[in-house]
């Protein structure tokens, strides 16, 4: 009885948080919907017009804003997967000197606030004449990506038991090989889910592609959304509409990856 | 095929030292198992040879090749592990595959030797199976055909049965005894369990605290136990022991402890203090008959019927001694009853260091 109570109260109160969790996400796309000619309230629904979008894109500009943030985006994330896979490895199976220092500063990466580091970044791009380039969204963002990324897979790196490396060693495999063909395949959903994490981070950047970039055609998505909001401050169905445009990439990669996300979570939870 | 040495082979970790100079040789062929309790050393010795921890002093040869510094796939040394250690997201055959694929063998010289190992081990069926779906049985088979595909001069096995259950350890001890003496391949197979060391091993390495105490075949393991650990950890029920003062008198030796007389005739010279050591089998319920020493008195303190055999454990002065009874016994904790000891069975060991006291016939005294 009691159980079945529990159970009842589990439900109800995952349902509410699960309502508050999404009643902004169906608001903005009832509002993306909405007739732009009516002066219906955010949320409200009046039928189903799609026409917003097609207006939201050619106003906001936003295909070549989609287009640089998919640039920088497979970039940042393809590189720093391939990186943190690597470190994660060394960090988690590897003896070597300084091995733990090193992997403190790392973490540096994790815990110094981007804002700190946003200034210094500015004026070393300049220097280095990448200012206003893809490299200026994209190598800050590797940066900050593998540090999470080499402490992600460490931590999953060190519950795959000792033996069967070892056992991969006494085969004759080397390092390389016991990485990418035994390690790699039973990493899958901690490497998914660190693609999904990266991606949605990578994607949802602002302050970085705000101060680090200048012309038009470099801007990531989110920035060309925050212009896109300045202009239009008045038509809420267009700003709704272009604010589904700039979401829907993260929700469909993380539709596609959803069941290896939450196993890559869970167990990462559990072991890490 | 290969010998195996160890020459003064010592491992620091920090500053904790694990194995304390150990030197051994293993013959071409032989199957050694190296014994002990756990943090006995015994694992990391093993460990050594596989190239899986590096030798802090002391030299380690496969063969005639001195293999320190060599790397743990070249020592062409194949392991089985205590959890298995199977790829996970292989299947049965390419688990056995993987370190042939290393070797660079043919594709055809690769099959030949995995459906070999397949039939030999009746893993046939499983080849295309991963490992999460065998049992715990089937997976340390394709933990056993993952060595044995390689063909390699030594085998190397930790504790491989230690997760199986009782019935199927059996079954699988005489299934590797009988693997290594058809194939031949010299094994150094490390456990804790001293049954599986007596039933597997043509000779026993027993070690503690990272020494060698005694190296020598079953046989001379249980009937001449080089110290009172060996006496102690080898065998089951484990030897009983009782600490006593010599005296000698004429042609015996009186034997005085805490409430026990013996007089032993035809005892060699024996120090003033000694340890008696006694095997279950040389300790019977008395019978006048039967020329045992004694009768010593003593409580019965518990008693374990196997069935066909009894252990009896008997409180005397102050030791337990376990008193073996063929049959059943009609005793209950509490009895009191006398018991003998075969003469000829009685090992004798320092009192201060532990170490055997021998005479010119054996750990023993000579029988009359």
Request: glycine share 10%.
């Given at each position: 009885?009691?159980?079945r109570?529990?159970q009842?109260?589990?439900t109800?109160?995952?349902?509410?948080?699960?309502?508050?969790?999404l009643?902004?996400?169906?608001?903005?796309?009832?509002?993306?919907?909405?007739?732009?000619?009516?002066?219906?309230?955010?949320?409200?629904?009046?039928?189903?017009?799609?026409?917003?979008?097609?207006?939201?894109?050619?106003d906001?500009?936003?295909g070549?804003?989609l287009?640089?943030?998919?640039i920088?985006?497979?970039?940042?994330?393809?590189?720093?997967?391939?990186?943190?896979?690597?470190?994660?490895?060394?960090?988690a199976?590897?003896?070597?000197?300084?091995?733990?220092?090193?992997?403190?500063?790392?973490?540096?990466?994790?815990?110094?606030?981007?804002?700190?580091?946003?200034?210094?970044?500015?004026?070393?791009?300049?220097?280095?004449?990448l200012?206003?380039?893809?490299?200026?969204?994209?190598?800050?963002?590797?940066?900050?990506?593998?540090?999470?990324?080499?402490?992600?897979m460490?931590a999953?790196?060190r519950?795959?038991?000792?033996?069967v490396?070892?056992?991969?060693?006494l085969?004759?495999?080397?390092s390389w090989?016991?990485l990418?063909?035994?390690?790699?395949?039973?990493?899958?959903p901690?490497v998914?889910?660190?693609?999904?994490?990266?991606?949605?981070?990578?994607w949802n950047?602002?302050?970085?592609?705000?101060?680090?970039?200048?012309?038009?055609?470099?801007?990531?998505?989110p920035?060309?959304?925050?212009?896109f909001?300045?202009?239009?401050?008045?038509?809420?169905t267009?700003?709704?509409?272009?604010a589904?445009?700039v979401?829907?990439?993260?929700?469909i990669?993380y539709?596609?990856?959803?069941?290896?996300?939450?196993?890559?979570m869970?167990?990462?939870?559990?072991?890490? | 095929m290969?010998?195996?040495?160890?020459?003064?082979?010592?491992?620091?970790?920090?500053g904790?030292?694990?194995?304390?100079?150990?030197?051994l040789?293993?013959?071409?062929?032989?199957?050694?198992?190296?014994?002990?309790p756990s943090?006995?050393g015994?694992?990391?010795?093993?460990r050594?040879?596989?190239?899986?921890e590096?030798?802090?002093?002391g030299?380690?040869?496969?063969?005639?090749?001195l293999?320190?510094?060599?790397?743990?796939g070249?020592r062409?040394?194949?392991?089985?592990?205590?959890?298995?250690a199977?790829?996970?997201?292989?299947?049965?055959?390419?688990?056995?595959?993987?370190?042939?694929?290393?070797?660079?063998?043919?594709?055809q010289?690769?099959?030949r030797?995995?459906?070999?190992?397949?039939?030999?081990?009746?893993?046939?069926?499983?080849?295309?199976r991963k490992?999460g779906q065998?049992s715990?049985?089937?997976a340390?088979?394709v933990?056993?055909g993952?060595?044995?595909?390689?063909?390699?001069?030594?085998?190397?096995?930790d504790?491989p049965?230690?997760?199986?259950d009782?019935?199927l350890?059996?079954?699988?001890?005489?299934?590797?005894?009988?693997?290594?003496?058809?194939i031949?391949?010299?094994?150094?197979?490390?456990?804790?369990?001293?049954?599986e060391?007596?039933?597997?091993?043509?000779?026993?390495?027993?070690?503690?605290?990272g020494?060698?105490e005694?190296?020598?075949?079953?046989?001379?393991?249980?009937?001449r136990?080089?110290?009172?650990?060996?006496?102690s950890?080898?065998?089951s029920p484990?030897?009983?022991?009782?600490?006593?003062a010599t005296q000698?008198?004429?042609?015996?030796?009186?034997?005085?402890?805490?409430g026990?007389?013996?007089?032993?005739?035809?005892?060699?010279?024996?120090?003033?203090?000694?340890?008696?050591g006694?095997?279950?089998?040389?300790?019977?319920?008395?019978r006048?008959d039967?020329?045992?020493?004694?009768p010593?008195?003593?409580?019965?303190?518990?008693?374990?019927?196997?069935g066909?055999?009894?252990?009896?454990?008997?409180?005397?002065?102050?030791?337990q001694?376990?008193?073996?009874?063929?049959g059943r016994?009609?005793l209950?904790?509490?009895d009191?009853?006398?018991?003998?000891?075969?003469?000829?069975?009685l090992?004798f060991?320092?009192?201060?260091?532990?170490?055997?006291?021998?005479?010119?016939n054996?750990?023993?005294?000579?029988p009359?």
């Amino acid at each position: 009885m009691t159980q079945r109570r529990e159970q009842a109260m589990a439900t109800t109160i995952l349902g509410v948080f699960s309502l508050i969790a999404l009643l902004p996400i169906v608001g903005i796309v009832l509002t993306a919907l909405q007739d732009p000619d009516t002066l219906s309230g955010y949320g409200s629904f009046d039928g189903l017009h799609f026409d917003n979008f097609r207006r939201a894109w050619e106003d906001g500009n936003f295909g070549p804003y989609l287009r640089s943030s998919v640039i920088v985006v497979v970039t940042v994330v393809s590189i720093a997967t391939v990186l943190s896979i690597m470190s994660g490895y060394a960090f988690a199976l590897m003896r070597f000197r300084g091995a733990q220092v090193l992997f403190y500063v790392l973490l540096l990466g994790l815990m110094v606030p981007f804002e700190t580091l946003i200034v210094p970044l500015y004026y070393d791009f300049i220097d280095l004449g990448l200012y206003d380039t893809y490299w200026a969204l994209i190598l800050p963002q590797i940066g900050t990506s593998v540090a999470f990324g080499s402490f992600w897979m460490r931590a999953f790196f060190r519950t795959v038991p000792r033996s069967v490396i070892e056992a991969a060693r006494l085969d004759g495999a080397s390092s390389w090989l016991t990485l990418w063909r035994v390690l790699l395949p039973l990493a899958k959903p901690a490497v998914l889910t660190m693609v999904v994490l990266l991606f949605m981070w990578t994607w949802n950047e602002f302050l970085l592609a705000l101060v680090m970039v200048d012309t038009e055609e470099l801007r990531t998505a989110p920035l060309g959304l925050g212009f896109f909001v300045g202009r239009n401050t008045r038509d809420l169905t267009l700003l709704s509409a272009g604010a589904v445009i700039v979401a829907l990439p993260v929700v469909i990669v993380y539709a596609f990856l959803q069941r290896h996300f939450i196993r890559g979570m869970v167990s990462g939870a559990v072991k890490g | 095929m290969a010998s195996v040495s160890f020459k003064d082979v010592v491992k620091h970790f920090g500053g904790v030292t694990a194995v304390a100079g150990v030197s051994l040789e293993v013959t071409d062929g032989e199957f050694m198992v190296l014994v002990g309790p756990s943090g006995s050393g015994k694992t990391t010795a093993l460990r050594m040879l596989a190239g899986l921890e590096a030798v802090s002093e002391g030299e380690i040869r496969i063969g005639d090749r001195l293999v320190n510094k060599i790397a743990p796939g070249e020592r062409d040394v194949a392991m089985v592990f205590q959890d298995y250690a199977l790829y996970p997201q292989m299947t049965v055959y390419d688990n056995l595959a993987f370190g042939l694929r290393r070797r660079k063998l043919s594709k055809q010289e690769i099959d030949r030797r995995v459906t070999r190992a397949g039939e030999m081990l009746d893993i046939g069926a499983l080849l295309k199976r991963k490992p999460g779906q065998l049992s715990g049985g089937q997976a340390q088979r394709v933990a056993l055909g993952r060595a044995l595909v390689r063909d390699p001069q030594v085998f190397l096995m930790d504790e491989p049965l230690s997760n199986l259950d009782a019935k199927l350890r059996m079954q699988t001890r005489g299934e590797i005894k009988r693997l290594q003496h058809d194939i031949g391949t010299t094994t150094v197979y490390v456990t804790h369990d001293q049954v599986e060391a007596m039933t597997l091993g043509d000779r026993i390495a027993v070690m503690s605290d990272g020494a060698l105490e005694q190296v020598g075949t079953p046989e001379e393991l249980y009937d001449r136990p080089a110290n009172r650990f060996v006496g102690s950890f080898i065998g089951s029920p484990a030897m009983s022991f009782f600490e006593v003062a010599t005296q000698r008198d004429r042609d015996a030796v009186r034997l005085r402890g805490d409430g026990l007389e013996l007089s032993v005739p035809g005892a060699p010279e024996l120090p003033a203090e000694v340890t008696v050591g006694v095997r279950p089998e040389a300790a019977r319920v008395w019978r006048d008959d039967e020329g045992l020493l004694g009768p010593l008195r003593g409580r019965v303190e518990y008693v374990e019927a196997l069935g066909r055999e009894t252990f009896v454990g008997v409180e005397t002065g102050g030791a337990q001694i376990v008193v073996h009874h063929d049959g059943r016994a009609s005793l209950l904790p509490g009895d009191e009853i006398d018991f003998g000891l075969v003469q000829a069975d009685l090992r004798f060991f320092g009192t201060d260091d532990g170490l055997a006291l021998r005479s010119e016939n054996g750990a023993g005294p000579a029988p009359s």
